[in-house]
Nanobody, 126 residues
């Protein structure tokens, strides 16, 4: 059974940093594109970053470009989201997701992702 487990969320002051991790199991991780989504209260879930199977292609939401960095270690079945210069508007539950790498670049729609983690809360205080 495929599992994705996020960790690393928490409470941080504005301007601070957090590093989220996503541990994948029961899948050949290098066959899958990975993405990070977030959902704030009362808002729809949105993609924050995507990374292709071998980290060749990446995607970032405009509002996080230059502040967030997605990476992965296929040998360890791990994905990461480094978040710097955090803002209160980054407050949300963050989810990692995986989809079989049928395309050259990671897709951006929620419906394109087969596997999801349970989410980790990130709260940024002002």
């Amino acid at each position: 059974q495929v599992q994705l487990v996020e960790s690393g969320g928490g409470l941080v002051q504005g301007g601070g940093s957090l590093r989220l991790s996503c541990a994948a199991s029961s899948l050949t991780f290098s066959n899958y594109h990975m993405a990070w989504f977030r959902q704030a209260p009362g808002k729809e879930r949105e993609i924050v970053a995507g990374i292709s199977r071998w980290s060749i292609a990446t995607y970032y939401l405009d509002s996080v470009k230059g502040r967030f960095t997605s990476s992965r270690d296929n040998a360890k079945n791990m994905g990461y989201l480094q978040m710097n210069s955090l803002k209160p508007e980054d407050t949300a539950v963050y989810y990692c997701a995986a989809t079989l790498g049928r395309t050259a670049v990671p897709p951006r729609r929620l419906s394109d992702y087969e596997y999801w983690g349970q989410g980790t809360q990130v709260t940024v205080s002002s």
